[in-house]
């Protein structure tokens, strides 16, 4: 936005002792840089960006790892679906057991467990509801991971810009020092306005090596969020276009409290305990097993053969139950689950409570980064007419240099809090994101 006050004033330079043509100049900049100004706001630059949280959804080490563990609990479903193992059993008769038809001289039996009515779908549902839990973790850690990226290139970007306007401000620093020089070699100036000149100069040059400096922390950051270091150079663009929000409060609370995956996360742990009391309950009552037996049986010798003789034994079908007399182990088994239950619906209640705090208060942000873009904008222009007008009078009549030099780091200041402002607009429409899950 400065290059072309840049330029400008280099011209003043040069024309010292023309006033008239310079105050014609100014009006014509101002409404330049208002018409850039709408230029700059209109630009849609999310596109790397978007870049960057793709990338951030497939690389993050954690986030692969909750994807993992979402998957390891489906595994679990044809687990808690099946029925138990069937049971085996072989038998030899060291001492045959002598029977009219001849003796027994080995068994085999094989055994089948059949849990109560409803047992099994009610673990699967427990299972299912786990694994839903374990997604809605992975979900919840995703948004995070964007609202970590989208708050981390903002900073970025409020960084890039400070670097970027306290250049062109050293710059223009530079141009305000020839002017002085050039009045001052005119018997017009003074040579206290070339050492404020300096002075500022120097204050500046030191902000400047700090904020080159404060680059590297934030880059670490993001390439960790992406965990990979082969993108390149960060593509920041030179003016942010904000982000709105067109929804009532009532609405984001709404959509929050429906679909903020935290808080679906406990819905499903609280499912998963309602079907796991479902099997506890379902586990005190009896358990079938079927199964058959085949005995193998030898050939009498010591009578004359008859029809049956040697003839093996087949049994089935074998029937039987268990049953669960020891009552207070599965009362207790409910009953954690009922407690855990319980557990859980406070756990959610706190949560909503802390979710809706935290959904007011960056609402007020959003609201007061919205105030101070628009205030900043305005300030800023007021303080360029004003910086304009000083140095046309400077050069006409020698004005106060030490209020052309304040002027220049109140506009300054003014700048720098716009992009502030800008970066925390969005880094708060990002939260809020994050925290309705849109």
Known sequence: MKIKRIKKYIILVLMVFSANLLLAQKDEYVQDQLDSMVVADSLNLTDPLDAYLKTAAENNPRLKGLFNRYLAAMERLPQAKSLPDPTVMFSYFISPVETRVGAQRAGLSVNQAFPWFGQLAAQEQAAANIAQARFEAFDDERNRI????????????????????????????ETFKQLANVRLESNQGSAVDLLRV????????????????????????????????????????????????????GALLDSMLSKNPNLRKIDSEINALINEAVVAKKMGNPSF???????????????????????DAFLFPQIGMSIPIYRKKYQAMVMEKEL??????????NTE?????????????????????????????????????????????????????????????????????RGDQNTSVAFITYLTAK
């Open 146 to 173: 964007f609202f970590r990226v989208r708050s981390t290139y903002y900073n970025l970007y409020v960084l890039e810009a400070a670097i970027r306007i306290t250049d062109e401000n050293i710059v223009l620093l």
């Open 340 to 349: 855990l239950r319980t557990s859980k619906i406070q756990e959610k209640e």
């Open 289 to 311: 097993n079927i199964g058959l037996a085949y005995t193998n049986i030898a050939k009498r010798t010591d009578v004359e053969d008859f029809s049956d003789n040697g003839k």
């Open 353 to 421: 409570n802390s979710l809706v705090t935290d959904l007011e208060k960056v609402w007020r942000d959003y609201l007061d980064a919205q105030r101070r873009v628009n205030l900043f904008r305005y300030l800023t222009r007021l303080a360029e007419r004003s910086l304009d007008i000083l140095l046309a009078e400077y050069t006409s009549d020698g004005a106060d240099f030490e209020e052309i030099l304040r002027m220049d780091r109140q506009l300054l200041n003014y700048e720098l809090e716009l992009e502030r402002a």
């Open 198 to 249: 300096e002075m500022d100069l120097a204050e500046l040059q030191n902000e400047l090596e700090y904020l080159k400096d404060s680059r590297r922390p934030i880059d670490a950051e993001f390439y960790e969020l992406l965990n990979n270091d082969s993108i390149g150079e960060i593509i920041i663009p030179d003016t942010l276009s904000t982000i709105a929000i067109f929804d009532e409060t």
